[in-house]
């Protein structure tokens, strides 16, 4: 697919994924989510050095974006939990592609 | 590989991705990148949006990731070129997928 570098079309989609995609926390957020729904405090644990107020904003966007679903529950006090979209878990293969080149870059850049 | 979401190893992989590839613009240049070499004034014109500081700052840091690789030769005035390597041009599989998940996205998102 490379050869098509720079072409307009690919470099649109390609833009579109990063638009939804945007910074360095989204995609950790859907990749937590990926194990089943969990609370806002349960996620801040798995996800290392995202603040409550990112995290808040981020699920605010992946939700705007239907990555993810907000479920509140009529407990008392009231139950929010957060679930993965059929549309966020098709991001699988990006997932798997990151995670083995992430894999591949710490061996070449930091050489472990 | 998503039924090991949340596990942290992976974490860290996609966490150690994300941080070479952060923002919007690294991986757009890098795409117009793997149609072969460029100057500064071709990659500005094909990624969309891109301002001359911005572009400026993320060819120093793909080249600090060793992602590409900048020549100078000795005409006058100067002529510099920009060249993925090949560590950069194994992100071809994240890119792939980032453009077909960037096609069902706007399908679902935008509706078109």
Do not use: N
Not at 48 to 58: A, N, R, V, Y
Not at 78 to 85: A, L, Q, R, S, W
């Amino acid at each position: 697919m490379l050869a098509k570098g720079g072409c307009p079309k690919t470099m649109l989609s390609i833009s579109d994924a990063l638009e939804a995609l945007e910074g360095r926390w989204r995609l950790l957020i859907l990749f937590a989510l990926s194990g089943g729904p969990k609370r806002f405090r349960q996620i801040a644990r798995e996800v290392p050095g995202i603040t409550d107020k990112m995290l808040s904003k981020e699920l605010k966007s992946l939700e705007a974006h239907k990555l993810i679903r907000r479920d509140v529950y009529d407990t008392f006090p009231p139950t929010v939990e957060y679930t993965i979209t059929p549309h966020g878990l098709s991001l699988e293969k990006v997932l798997d592609e990151l995670h083995y080149w992430g894999l591949a870059h710490r061996k070449k850049v930091i050489g472990k």
